[in-house]
């Protein structure tokens, strides 16, 4: 009987812990998704840098962040962000790996916040 009751105590404490853990999740909400380099010469790589804050009551944790193609690369915060917190995804694009004239590139941001992934977007024209 004891070990009866102590096994209903054990699986009751661990459903309590996991349904208090359910509503607490991580979000991620950038200042803006969207940046527009102008009217640049083709031999300048230009950077933008795109800050966040998480606004979940959890933790968030960017699992990969990924470009739509080879002339644009990354840079982004590695470590957990706690809530209330800001972290950053710097983007760099690289004219001279693509073809001169307008471009629209997407970045793609995955991460353990609700909103699994979060498209940035960076347009421009290189000379």
């Known amino acids: 009987m004891k070990r009866l009751i102590l ?14 853990a359910e509503g607490k999740t991580g979000f991620i909400e950038f200042f803006s998704t ?15 840098v795109f800050p966040f804050k998480n606004t ?15 002339c ?12 209330g917190k800001i972290g950053y995804v710097d983007v760099y694009f690289i004219p001279t790996q693509t073809t001169t004239g307008h ?11 609700s909103n699994s992934i979060v498209r940035l977007f960076i347009e421009g024209t290189s000379m």
């Open 7 to 20: 096994v209903s105590f054990v699986l009751i404490s661990v459903f309590l812990s996991v349904m208090s």
């Open 34 to 48: 969207y940046y527009s380099f102008g009217t640049f010469p083709k031999n300048k790589v230009r950077k933008v």
């Open 56 to 70: 979940g009551s959890s933790s968030v944790l960017l699992y990969s962040v990924e470009p739509s193609c080879g």
């Open 72 to 83: 644009t690369s990354v840079v982004f915060t590695k470590k957990p962000i706690p809530p």
């Open 103 to 113: 471009f629209k590139k997407s970045i793609d941001v995955r991460s353990n916040a």
